[in-house]
């Protein structure tokens, strides 16, 4: 029997009926923003579908996935740590609109090419983690609606907090599967964590110099100029700008000085690293950005979302 990846966050994070699921993500899609011909690369958030949807949605429909073979998702861990990336070893993943399958094939031939890097992520674990599971039913909305469903594959993979040197070895890797154009890669990260529940309340003037915003970050009990949403606002779209360069190692300065809270970091910086060294001409576009709370004092709290395309 086929080893398969159940919908845990399924009834809970996102609709677990179909016809009611596909009527919601309908309720997202903008007939005006068609697919970009070229359009490949992903970033997604992985909130449940009632806060980051609209905002996923609008990255999803610009994507092409009829002439697709299969499609790459990169998460973070939330539950498990690790030091190295965790390939899935489920044979299908089970989504509303149907099972998603796993190219096998691909999921192992990485893992040979340098097992100190690339390992096998238990079942528990995958199931566990909700960062890839939210991507799942999207894309098979949009694979569906694209008529492909059945015949486009995925390859999930868990990216644990790797080190500069791990990052350049599984790029080295990943690098290989993004020079061919048939392939498809989806990032999937929340972007400013903000709060006391999240131990980030840092607070950030405006100025469009990395390093003079760094110096002018302050912990305030009470911010009134600028709001404190407007802050979260402006050190993400920093964030943004930075990984629209396509550069891993400035993006990773933004987070080892700013310390934002963006989930998907190590994801992020190693899709970068393997666009770097497979010299595709594709950079991100943000086109969508939302936060779940207007913050204006530190009692608050909020998540950013944000999506873009490359």
């Known amino acids: ?16 009926n179909p016809t009611s699921l596909e009527k919601q993500l309908g309720g997202f899609t903008y007939a005006s923003d068609p697919p970009i011909e070229g359009k490949r690369f992903i970033i997604s958030p992985h909130a449940g579908y009632m806060y980051s949807g609209s905002t996923a949605t609008q990255a999803f429909q610009r994507i092409n996935f009829e002439n697709r073979k299969r499609v790459f998702i990169l998460g973070p861990s939330h539950h498990v740590f690790t030091r190295k990336c965790l390939v899935s070893q489920a044979e299908a993943c089970i989504t509303p609109f149907g099972n998603l399958t796993v190219d096998r094939e ?44 059945d015949r486009v594959k995925i390859v999930p993979i868990m990216v644990g907090a790797l080190s500069s040197e791990a990052i350049q070895t599984a790029a080295n890797i990943l690098c290989n599967y993004i020079v061919d154009e048939k392939n498809v890669f989806i990032v999937s990260s929340d972007f400013c964590h903000w709060g006391r529940r999240f131990g980030y309340t840092m607070y ?5 110099d990395l390093e003079d915003a760094i110096i002018s970050f302050r912990r305030r009990g009470s911010i009134e100029n600028p709001k404190i949403y407007e802050s979260i606002s402006a050190l993400d779209h920093m964030g ?37 060294l497979a010299q595709v001409s594709n950079q991100f576009e943000f086109i969508a950005y939302a936060q779940s709370n207007r913050a204006r004092n530190v009692s608050d709290s909020s998540v950013s979302y944000a999506a873009a395309i490359a």
């Open 204 to 208: 950030l003037n405006e100025t469009n």
């Open 240 to 276: 943004m700008k930075i990984i629209s360069t396509k550069s891993s190692r400035e993006f990773g300065k933004y987070i080892r000085l700013t310390h934002n809270t963006i989930c998907g970091r190590y994801p992020i910086q190693l899709i970068l690293k393997s666009m770097e």
């Open 1 to 16: 029997m086929d080893k398969m990846r159940n919908a845990t966050h399924a009834g809970s994070w996102y609709i677990d």
């Open 106 to 149: 691909v999921c192992q031939d990485i893992i040979e090419q340098n097992d100190n890097c690339f390992n096998e992520m238990s079942l528990t674990a995958d199931e566990e983690e909700h960062s890839i599971e939210m991507q799942f039913p999207l894309l098979a909305y949009h694979l569906q609606k694209q008529g492909c469903l």
